[in-house]
């Protein structure tokens, strides 16, 4: 009986510790990415920023309004994936506001370089 009971908590231990849960094997390394999008020094409320790494999977985020963010990898899992991206500010399908100016949309040039760890990346777009 103790022998049964002992490999049942070995067994429990050797799965624990070989990474038995719930995130995918071929997950890339993520940094967290969360800061402020303003637009001529006021926040901007309800803008998606996307950003796209050179391979792989996009992240997405939607400011709150304050115009914060933090951006999210999967639905349930907060991330960017580590290295340069290119970062794309619109709104999204139900939200108006402001033009943003070109140099923060698709055909601009923003990019950021996300590190292992924690990312503050403020978005401080000018419209001039």
Known sequence: M??????????????????????????PELGTVHGKVT???????GVTIYFKPEVGRMSIAKSDEEGFYEAYY???????????CKVIVEWGIDETG?????????TGSLTFDVKPGDNEFNIDMKSR
Do not use: F, H, N, W
Request: aromatic share 2%; charged share 15%.
């Open 39 to 45: 637009l001529d020094g006021k926040p901007l409320s």
């Open 98 to 106: 402001p033009p943003i100016p070109p140099q923060y949309g698709v």
């Open 74 to 84: 999967l639905i349930d899992e907060k991330g960017v994936k580590v290295g340069p």
């Open 2 to 27: 103790m022998r049964l009971l002992l490999a049942a908590v070995l067994t429990s231990v050797v799965a624990l510790g070989t990474g038995c849960s719930s995130r995918p094997s071929d997950m």
